[in-house]
T-cell receptor, first 117, second 115 residues
Framework: GAVVSQHPSWVICKSGTSVKIECRSL??????MFWYRQFPKQSLMLMAT?????????EQGVEKDKFLINHASLTLSTLTVTSAHPEDSSFYIC?????????????FGPGTRLTVL | AQSVTQLDSHVSVSEGTPVLLRCNYS??????LFWYVQHPNKGLQLLLK??????LVKGINGFEAEFKKSETSFHLTKPSAHMSDAAEYFC?????????????FGAGTRLFVKA
């Protein structure tokens, strides 16, 4: 149980295009989903927190107009990287917190590797 | 305010010898603490978690960690390392605040296992 999937697992795009990444909780409902990015050999940095049906809360320094987050249902959140540039190349990981889950536990997706040429 | 410090960026052990990955934290309230493992180009896998129950927590693959409030530590140990344990390990602290939950990752410790 408590599986989180991400799609796609990897994507290569041209500079200036937009890329959408999906995060799904497969067997539970998630009131809150989190988006992280991870640069090579570095730790995960929280980008934003999204709650179903409301606007995402972005961490300081994260451009909300560049990284659009939509949490339209209790099982799906999407991250859209708009007008991507090479510096946006990174590993993006989502996580979800279950409505009925254990205290403070998050379940992580497998990650999406984005490469912007 | 929360913070997590993983005291070693790299740890190298020989196969069959004990593993110790150190983690210190600071938290304003009663935190939940986690250890995750990440293999190259993979997502995160939960090894174990502490959530105010028993201070000695046993996890998967023979790992365990002890919550020591007086030392604000949550070190990860394993009696005997296996080659498959080579990976990146993250110590994570999470606590509730008025707006929800806040989760902070440590910088990570790369574990190398020599044959």
């Amino acid at each position: 149980g408590a599986v989180v999937s991400q799609h796609p697992s990897w994507v290569i795009c041209k500079s200036g295009t937009s890329v959408k990444i999906e995060c799904r909780s497969l067997d539970f409902q998630a009131t809150t989903m989190f988006w992280y990015r991870q640069f090579p050999k570095q730790s995960l940095m929280l980008m934003a927190t999204s709650n179903e049906g409301s606007k995402a809360t972005y961490e300081q320094g994260v451009e909300k107009d560049k990284f659009l987050i939509n949490h339209a249902s209790l099982t799906l959140s999407t991250l859209t990287v708009t007008s991507a540039h090479p510096e946006d190349s990174s590993f993006y990981i989502c996580s979800a917190r279950s409505i009925a889950g254990g205290p403070n536990e998050q379940f992580f997706g497998p990650g999406t590797r984005l490469t912007v040429l | 305010a929360q913070s997590v410090t993983q005291l070693d960026s790299h740890v190298s052990v020989s196969e069959g010898t004990p593993v110790l990955l150190r983690c210190n934290y600071s938290s304003s309230y009663s935190p939940s603490l986690f250890w995750y493992v990440q293999h190259p180009n993979k997502g995160l896998q939960l090894l174990l978690k502490y959530t105010s129950a028993a201070t000695l927590v046993k996890g998967i693959n023979g790992f365990e960690a002890e919550f020591k409030k007086s030392e604000t530590s949550f070190h990860l140990t394993k009696p005997s390392a296996h080659m498959s344990d080579a990976a990146e390990y993250f110590c994570v602290v999470s606590e509730r605040y008025t707006g929800g939950f806040k989760t902070i990752f440590g910088a990570g410790t790369r574990l190398f296992v020599k044959a």
